[in-house]
Every structure is written in structure tokens, then in C-alpha cells.
């Protein structure tokens, strides 16, 4: 938008005003006002120079630059201006016109910088009164459209530069009857109509980074169909017109360098596919599949032959890392892992070998710890950029990109002003078109610098929106198809040879813009990652497929490193708590069944105990550990504790059975607890009482009294046979003699001995054995019989 302004030497005076409020000399009014600019209007007229200031009390009129084209007008060209200008203030301008005016060249880039701010005079040649457009009159709040083509040849440019290029609105209103400048917009006229020699090695990086859209969460089946937070940000992203799909459409038709995160790819891979979608405590099937398939089929065409930069899995947060997480253990090797998976990740979907040798610091902003993070995983190319790692040798022209930095590593510097030149709203048009031609004007101006050829890289936001996607395409559309740069890419830069007068050292801790150190991860963010890991390296060890619940996992905690997370610390929060709260459900699912108080009658018994497994997938390399807190009463398997390996197929549970033996009565509490095979608990243990009865001395004198009756009814038996067998013996001896019949005659019951037999059954009355009186029995026990067969595999779960 521009702001108000009126010639030079119109200063509203208190005289002024009170010559305007004076019907006597209102007549007198132009001719003071002519007065007033007397010392402007001899340069005006001989040179046809016209200067403005701004005036707070003409009424502003906005004047919006919507086209200039061509960008990079050549000899022979016609340029094209277009845009409206909105009366916002209270009067009507009347005899109003627009026109073009032309200023001197600008010489540095600072003064392009200036210039570009779009305040302060008017100052320049207009172009002649033909090329103006003419309003009757400009009501208050009312937008009029205008559209001037000049040939280029008229504006009467000098030598190669940059130079200032001005729409003017000019009028009256009815408190200021008199022609003066009520508003402008300035921007920037780069020319170069002939090839410049040498011509400026440009790169420019295409950055296609997106935030974190998928969970840790995969499902049951053989190909875990991927759960997303929410698929709708990313789909419309990649959708027609979205901002993803606006980089690769414009993308393709430029010579950059891609720069990619791979976990983007990942994502749109997965989505091309089966997929659910969170939907508060459960889950919903997603159903853009079309789009991501399209989107990929489009990128995979774009960057056919070209330079592909892979940045680490989910872009990490060097700047956090090094600054917050070198110190919590495990962080790099974090950072190693993500950057391990890039290459194949974009090989796989992409099928081209990306390049995995720069690391990209947030706003290219480096201090030495972030360039050892960087460099830690195996890069040793460091995007930085120019307000970061800044000249101090005085140097009158901007260097080359690559600088060494020690250690074998290359600070890549982009330009900070061509980077930062498509940041902001640029969704109006003039906007877009006043931030294109301020790119290739400070593009141009570094070109002009020194006859010396340097190569120049440009690096820009991280996540352009599709506004800013159309005019940084706008923009290098029109600086390759110029005079003064050829294209290059990021790997060459970084190769090129540095200039030996740049600055090669790295800016200290405290340099680093406190800005961007308040809004990165803290170091809790680190500590809860190395919770979740250590949680995920006890729980893989016990599975027996453990790289379906590994590649989820750690591709997740990558994702809550990212950058995207830069400044949005409580979605981070919830993004780690989701992960970390994921991967506790699924270690419960592996748990021990509670029991009760158990009974134990008698010196020993089997005390089993069950393992339940939740999960789809079979769980080995577990030990389940008995142990007595009271040895001296209990001892489970001959000692303080005992221990059985486990194995325990998807969606069952084993029991696992435990022998026991008793040494006193009472109640001893036992602590069952899983353990992994290197001795680290597993899961929460189970605590039950087992109560030991009847372990007494008259119980062993009952158990012994029977058995006694027992040996005595046996050797009865085996008497009572004998002399059953001898009696036989001798009937069939007596029925074989022919003496006399006396001689047959039994013994006289005190001729024979007493039977020791027949002496015992007299004494008891009855025969062991029968008829015994019933003994009172020990209580039934809780526990199973004892059984010697081992535990089975285990038996399915009701679910």
C-alpha cells in the first residue's frame, strides 16, 4: 500500500491553515501554495524532476502495484504497470491521474533496501504525459483499476542497475485546491539488457517439508495400515492447488535443487494406501488416497534428473538438539538413526539416489554447538546463512556460498536477502509483485558488485505457503530467463572455490538470535524421547516379530525431534504424550494375571501362575521369577525363588506351574514378576499370600500310625495265607493214609502254639484295615495336583 504524500516545502504551516480558513484571500490560496514550492518548481521544470513528501493532512490514497511485466524489461520491450488506488480519506480527489516516474540508479544493495521500504520523497523523472491514466474523480472509499504499457525505451534508463520505479497518484481535494502527489508505491526496475560477464552462479533450494501427521500406531493386520492424527492439513496440502502441490507444479519447470524431508514422503506413501485416521478414542478409514497417489506420480516426474537433497527423517531440530539434548543420552544417536533412513526412504518412493551430505539449521542460524550436532550423523555441509555467518573482513562485494569452517566441514551461506525476500503475506498480488521485483533487483545489484563470477545460493523458508510458492516461481522464472545469472546446483556450490578474504568462523553461543532460542524443544522434550526409547528397548526384546512395533516407533520419535514443532510447544507435548502412551497400552497387553490367597495343605503342592499375552504377536526371551519372602516357612523350588522361561503365542496365556515345598505353618507372601532375559523387570508384579496349614507334629504321628496299620494289615495277609496253604498241605495227607481213623483227628487246641495272627486280630477285635474308624482328612487344597508335564504353549483368550 502506499502512503500519503505531497511535493517538498508544503509544510501545513498554522498560517497556512488559517490563510485556507480566510474567505478574503481565498482567491490568494493557490498563489501561496504556489509560493510555498517555488524553491522545487526551477529543477522540476528545467529537468523535468518532480519531489513529494508525505502529508498527514491531504488524505491518503493507497496506490497498489498489482503487475509489472516484464520483471526484467530488455531493450524493445513495452512494460505493463497495473494495480488500483483507493481514496481512504475523507475528501473527493478530483483531476486526478496516475503516473510513472523514474529514479536514479541505485547503487548498493542497502540503498535497494531502502528504497524498497517505500518511504520517505518521490523523487524522479516522470515518464512523459502520455503514459498516465486519468480519473474524473476519486470518491472516498472507492477503488479505481489502472493500467499504463510504456515502451522501455522511453523511460530513459542509463547504465546496468537497479533503479527506483514509482506509481504516483496525483489530484486535488476540496481542502487542498492545488495538484499535489496524495499517494505511491515504489518498487524496483532491474536492468540488464545485455549478458553480463561473468554471469552469478545462482542456486536455488526447493524446500518440500511438511509437519508431523503420522502416529506411532500401526494396525493388527500383516500390512499395520498406518493410523494418522489427521489426514485433512496434509490432504489439502497435496490437493490441487495446496501449498505442496503448488511447489511441485511450479517447481518442475525450474533448475533448482530439491531439498526434501523424507518423512513427508512416508507420509503421502502411506496414504496412497489403506490408512485410518484418529477419530478421538477410536479410528476412521481415510479417503485420499487419489490425491496422494496423483501428488506422488507428479513429484516423482518433477525430479527425474534432477538434484535431490534429503534432509534427515523428519527434518530434525539441530538448534534444539544442540542447545538442549547433547547432554540427555541417546539424543544423537537419534539424530543418526533419522538420518540413516533418509536416503533409502527417498530411493524407495522417489527412485532416485538423493544426496544426504548438508545439514539445515533453522534460518540457517549456526553456533559451534550446532555445527558438531550437525555434522555428528555424517554431513559435513552446513546451510547457514549471511545474517548469521556475517563478513567482518569488510569485503565490498558478497562472496561465494561455500566457506571452510574446520574440521573438513563447508558452511554452505545463503544470501540473506534473496532468502528472506518471499516471507510475509503475499496473497494480494501486489504484495507478490513488489517482493519479485526486490529479489531480482538485489540479485541484479550483487551481480554488479565486483567483476569477480561467485556463487550464490538461495535458501528460503522452510514451508512456503502457495502464495509464496507463486512468487518465488515468479521470480526465479524471471531471473534464469534473465542476463545476469546461470544456474547451478546446491552440491556444486558447496564445491566451488571460496573466496579467501570471506569470514570462515562460526559466530559464538551468544550471537545466536534469542528469538529463535525461545521457541526451541527444551530439554524435557529430550528427556520424555529417552523415556520413550528406553521403553521401547525393553518392550522389543520380548517380541518375536520386534521391527513391527520398531520402524513405527522410532520413525515417531524422530517426528518429535522435527522443526516443524519450532515454536508450537504444547502441540509438541501432545505429539510426545500420544507416542509415549501408545507404546505403555501396548507393553500392558504382556501382563500377569492377579491372583488371591492361595491354600497349601500338606509339605508340598504346584502353585501355577498365568502369563497373558494381548498382543497379536507371540512373546519370547521372558522369565517369570517366584519368589518366597519367607524362605524359612516356603521355599519355591528348594529355594528363596524360583525361575521358568516363557513363551506365549498372540492373543493367549500360559500357565506357568511353580512346585512349592512348606516348613511351617502360616501365611508367606509370594511376589510373582516377569523379567526380560537380561534381568530387567518387565511389567508390574503380582503379589498373593499363600497360607500353609496342618504342617504339625500330630499330623506326622496320624500320617505314621497309618502307614504302620498298613505294613501290619499286609504281613497279616501274608500269615493268613501260610497257614492256609500248610492245612491244605496236611487234609491231603490225612485223605492219603490207611491207619486209623483216630489218627485223623485234629491236635488238641493246646498241643498247638497261638497264632500271632489270630493273637492280633483278638487284641483289635477286627482285622486292620476293616472297619477301621474313619480318620478326619486334611482340607482340600487350592492348588492343583502336582503335575510334572511342562507348560504348555499356552491357551487361547476370550476377548
Known amino acids: 500500500m502506499a502512503e500519503a504524500a505531497d511535493f517538498q516545502g508544503t509544510c501545513p504551516s498554522p498560517a497556512r491553515r488559517w490563510l485556507l480558513r480566510t474567505g478574503a484571500l481565498l482567491a490568494g490560496a493557490p498563489l501561496l501554495a504556489g509560493l510555498f514550492q517555488l524553491p522545487a518548481a526551477p529543477a522540476a521544470d528545467a529537468a523535468g524532476q518532480t519531489s513529494a513528501k508525505a502529508d498527514s493532512g491531504s488524505g491518503s490514497v493507497a496506490v497498489a502495484l498489482d503487475s509489472f511485466s516484464p520483471a526484467v524489461p530488455t531493450?524493445?520491450?513495452?512494460l505493463t504497470v497495473s494495480g488500483t488506488v483507493?481514496?481512504?480519506?475523507?475528501?473527493?480527489?478530483?483531476?486526478?491521474?496516475?503516473?510513472?516516474?523514474?529514479?536514479?540508479?541505485?547503487?548498493?544493495?542497502?540503498?535497494?533496501?531502502?528504497?524498497?521500504?517505500?518511504?520517505?520523497?518521490?523523487?524522479?523523472?516522470?515518464?512523459?504525459?502520455?503514459?498516465?491514466?486519468?480519473?474524473?474523480?476519486?470518491?472516498?472509499?472507492?477503488a479505481q483499476h489502472f493500467s499504463i504499457s510504456v515502451p522501455v525505451d522511453e523511460l530513459d534508463l542509463g547504465g546496468d542497475g537497479v533503479y527506483p520505479f514509482t506509481v504516483a497518484l496525483s489530484g486535488e481535494t476540496s481542502a487542498q485546491s492545488w495538484e499535489q502527489v496524495l499517494g505511491f508505491q515504489r518498487t524496483l526496475l532491474p536492468w540488464q539488457p545485455d549478458d553480463a560477464d561473468p554471469a552469478t552462479k545462482t542456486t536455488v533450494m526447493w524446500p518440500l517439508v511438511s509437519s508431523a501427521h503420522m502416529t506411532a500406531e500401526t494396525g493388527s493386520n500383516e500390512q499395520q495400515t498406518p493410523v494418522f492424527l489427521d489426514d485433512r492439513d496434509l490432504a489439502k496440502e497435496i490437493s490441487p492447488g495446496g501449498r505442496l502441490a503448488q511447489m511441485v507444479a511450479l517447481g518442475k519447470d525450474l533448475d533448482i535443487t530439491w531439498v526434501i524431508d523424507p518423512d513427508l514422503l512416508a507420509s503421502v506413501d502411506a496414504m496412497t494406501r489403506g490408512y485410518e485416521v484418529r477419530d478421538g478414542?477410536?479410528?476412521?478409514?481415510?479417503?485420499?488416497?487419489?490425491?496422494?497417489?496423483?501428488?506422488?506420480?507428479?513429484?516423482?516426474?518433477?525430479?527425474a534428473g534432477e538434484e535431490v537433497v534429503a534432509l534427515p527423517f523428519a527434518d530434525p531440530d539441530l538448534a534444539s538438539l544442540a542447545h538442549n539434548g547433547t547432554d540427555v543420552t541417546g539424543s544423537l544417536n537419534q539424530f543418526k538413526a533419522a538420518t540413516e533412513v533418509a536416503a533409502t526412504t527417498v530411493d524407495a518412493i522417489l527412485h532416485v539416489q538423493p544426496n544426504t551430505d548438508f545439514a539445515w539449521p533453522i534460518d540457517g542460524a549456526v553456533d559451534p554447538s550446532i555445527v558438531k550436532v550437525a555434522t555428528s550423523a555424517g554431513a559435513d555441509k552446513v546451510i547457514a546463512r549471511s545474517d548469521s555467518l556475517q563478513e567482518t573482513s569488510g569485503l565490498p562485494y558478497t562472496p561465494s556460498?561455500?566457506?571452510?569452517?574446520?574440521?573438513?566441514?563447508?558452511?554452505?551461506?545463503?544470501?540473506?536477502?534473496?532468502?528472506?525476500?518471499?516471507?510475509?503475506?503475499?496473497?494480494?498480488?501486489?504484495?507478490?509483485?513488489?517482493?519479485?521485483?526486490?529479489?531480482?533487483?538485489?540479485?541484479?545489484?550483487?551481480?554488479?558488485?565486483?567483476?569477480?563470477?561467485?556463487?550464490?545460493?538461495?535458501?528460503?523458508?522452510?514451508?512456503?505457503?502457495?502464495?509464496?510458492?507463486?512468487?518465488?516461481?515468479?521470480?526465479?522464472?524471471?531471473?534464469?530467463?534473465?542476463?545476469?545469472?546461470?544456474?547451478?546446483?546446491?552440491?556444486?556450490?558447496?564445491?566451488a572455490k571460496p573466496d579467501s578474504a570471506a569470514t570462515t568462523k562460526v559466530p559464538p553461543a551468544s550471537a545466536y538470535p534469542s528469538a529463535l532460542r525461545k521457541r526451541e524443544l527444551p530439554r524435557e522434550a529430550f528427556e520424555q524421547i529417552a523415556t520413550t526409547q528406553d521403553k521401547l528397548d525393553d518392550f522389543k526384546v520380548i517380541l518375536s516379530f520386534p521391527l513391527r512395533v520398531v520402524t513405527p516407533f522410532g520413525r515417531a520419535i524422530n517426528r518429535e525431534m522435527s522443526t516443524s514443532w519450532h515454536g508450537r510447544s504444547a502441540e509438541a507435548q501432545s505429539y510426545r504424550n500420544g507416542v509415549e502412551g501408545y507404546l505403555d497400552e501396548l507393553a500392558e497387553q504382556v501382563k500377569l494375571i492377579e491372583k488371591s490367597e492361595t491354600k497349601l495343605s500338606g509339605r508340598s503342592a504346584t502353585i501355577p501362575v498365568t502369563v497373558q499375552n494381548n498382543l497379536v504377536q507371540g512373546v519370547d526371551n521372558l522369565v517369570l521369577r517366584l519368589t518366597s519372602t519367607s524362605p524359612t516357612r516356603l521355599e519355591i523350588g528348594g529355594k528363596t525363588y524360583d525361575e521358568q522361561p516363557v513363551s506365549v503365542s498372540g492373543g493367549h496365556s500360559q500357565s506357568v506351574k511353580f512346585d512349592t515345598s512348606a516348613n511351617a505353618n502360616g501365611r508367606v507372601t509370594v511376589i510373582a514378576q516377569l523379567f526380560t532375559e537380561d534381568g530387567q523387570p518387565y511389567?508390574?508384579?503380582?503379589?498373593?499370600?499363600?497360607?500353609?496349614?496342618?504342617?504339625?507334629?500330630?499330623?506326622?504321628?496320624?500320617?505314621?500310625?497309618?502307614?504302620?496299620?498298613?505294613?501290619?494289615?499286609?504281613?497279616?495277609?501274608?500269615?493268613?495265607?501260610?497257614?492256609?496253604?500248610?492245612?491244605?498241605?496236611?487234609?491231603?495227607?490225612?485223605?492219603?493214609?490207611?491207619?486209623?481213623?483216630?489218627?485223623?483227628?485234629?491236635?488238641?487246641?493246646?498241643?498247638?502254639?497261638?497264632?500271632?495272627d489270630d493273637r492280633l486280630t483278638e487284641e483289635s477285635g477286627n482285622r486292620p484295615g476293616e472297619d477301621d474308624p474313619e480318620q478326619p482328612s486334611d482340607p482340600t487344597p487350592d492348588t492343583a495336583a502336582e503335575n510334572a508335564d511342562p507348560s504348555g504353549t499356552g491357551e487361547r483368550v476370550d476377548r
Open 75 to 78: 531493450d524493445g520491450d513495452t
Open 86 to 142: 483507493t481514496n481512504n480519506g475523507k475528501d473527493t480527489v478530483t483531476d486526478a491521474h496516475v503516473d510513472l516516474r523514474v529514479g536514479p540508479e541505485l547503487n548498493t544493495r542497502s540503498a535497494i533496501d531502502d528504497a524498497a521500504k517505500n518511504t520517505g520523497y518521490v523523487d524522479g523523472t516522470v515518464v512523459g504525459d502520455d503514459y498516465t491514466q486519468e480519473f474524473d474523480k476519486l470518491a472516498p472509499g472507492v
Open 281 to 303: 478414542d477410536d479410528t476412521r478409514p481415510g479417503g485420499h488416497q487419489q490425491v496422494a497417489r496423483q501428488w506422488l506420480a507428479d513429484l516423482q516426474r518433477a525430479v
Open 401 to 495: 556460498a561455500a566457506r571452510p569452517i574446520g574440521s573438513g566441514t563447508t558452511a554452505v551461506v545463503a544470501d540473506e536477502r534473496l532468502s528472506t525476500a518471499f516471507e510475509g503475506d503475499l496473497t494480494k498480488a501486489s504484495a507478490s509483485t513488489l517482493a519479485v521485483q526486490r529479489f531480482l533487483a538485489q540479485s541484479l545489484a550483487l551481480n554488479l558488485q565486483t567483476g569477480k563470477q561467485r556463487s550464490i545460493v538461495v535458501a528460503p523458508q522452510r514451508m512456503p505457503t502457495a502464495s509464496q510458492a507463486q512468487a518465488m516461481a515468479e521470480a526465479v522464472t524471471a531471473l534464469q530467463g534473465g542476463t545476469w545469472t546461470e544456474t547451478q546446483e546446491l552440491s556444486a556450490a558447496a564445491e
Open 683 to 756: 511389567g508390574e508384579a503380582v503379589t498373593f499370600d499363600v497360607k500353609v496349614t496342618e504342617i504339625t507334629a500330630t499330623v506326622m504321628l496320624v500320617i505314621g500310625g497309618g502307614v504302620l496299620l498298613l505294613v501290619l494289615a499286609g504281613f497279616r495277609m501274608y500269615t493268613q495265607r501260610k497257614r492256609a496253604a500248610a492245612r491244605e498241605a496236611e487234609e491231603d495227607g490225612r485223605h492219603g493214609n490207611d491207619g486209623p481213623a483216630d489218627a485223623e483227628k485234629p491236635a488238641d487246641a493246646s498241643e498247638n502254639p497261638e497264632d500271632p
